[in-house]
C-alpha cells in the first residue's frame, strides 16, 4: 500500500513568512513531486501574495506546452539534472515575472527513468534575483510515494535554505 503523499508545511510556513515580509513572489515548476510543493506552498495563509502559479511539468510535451521549452533549447540537457532543473527555475520566473523561482525534476520509482537514473533520484534548482542554486538527492528509495513526499520536502529545505541565507 502506498505511502500517504503528506508534506510537512513547517517549512512553506516559513518561505511564506520570508516572501511576504520581503514583498515577493514566487514560481514553481515541479514533476515527480506531482504538485505536493506547490499544495503546501498554498496551504499557507495568504498564498495569493507570494505564489504566482506553478505547473507540474511531467513530459516533453508539457515542458514545451506550459513552459516553452523546446527539444532544440534542451540541446545537451539531459532531464532530471541539475542543468535541467536551472532550465525550469529560470524559465517559470521569467514566464510568471516572479522574484524568485523552485523547480524539480526526478524518477520517483519503484523502477528509474529512462535516462538511467535509478528510483529516488532528484535534481532541484532555485534562481531569484541574486543568484542561482542546484543540487542532486538521492534517497536510495524505491517506494513512489515516499520519494515524492522527500523530494517536496528537499525542494522546500533548498528554497528556505537560500531565502534564508540572502
Do not use: K
Request: proline share 4%; hydrophobic share 45%; glycine share 12%.
Amino acid at each position: 500500500m502506498p505511502s500517504a503523499l503528506t508534506v510537512d508545511t513547517a517549512a512553506a510556513i516559513r518561505i511564506a513568512a520570508l516572501l511576504i515580509a520581503r514583498r515577493q513572489t514566487l514560481g514553481v515548476s515541479e514533476s515527480s513531486t506531482g504538485g505536493l510543493v506547490s499544495a503546501a506552498l498554498l496551504s499557507v495563509p495568504g498564498a495569493s501574495a507570494y505564489f504566482l502559479g506553478g505547473g507540474v511539468i511531467y513530459t516533453a510535451a508539457a515542458r514545451e506546452g506550459l513552459l516553452g521549452i523546446t527539444r532544440p533549447m534542451m540541446a545537451g540537457i539531459r532531464s532530471a539534472t541539475e542543468p535541467a532543473a536551472l532550465l525550469g527555475a529560470r524559465t517559470i520566473r521569467q514566464r510568471l515575472g516572479a522574484d524568485w523561482a523552485l523547480a524539480e525534476t526526478g524518477a520517483t520509482g519503484p523502477t528509474g527513468n529512462r535516462y538511467g537514473d535509478a528510483a529516488g533520484h532528484c535534481c532541484l534548482a532555485v534562481v531569484g534575483p541574486d543568484g542561482e542554486a542546484s543540487r542532486t538527492l538521492e534517497t536510495g528509495d524505491s517506494d513512489r510515494s515516499a520519494n515524492m513526499v522527500a523530494f517536496a520536502a528537499a525542494a522546500l529545505a533548498l528554497l528556505e535554505e537560500i531565502l534564508s541565507a540572502r
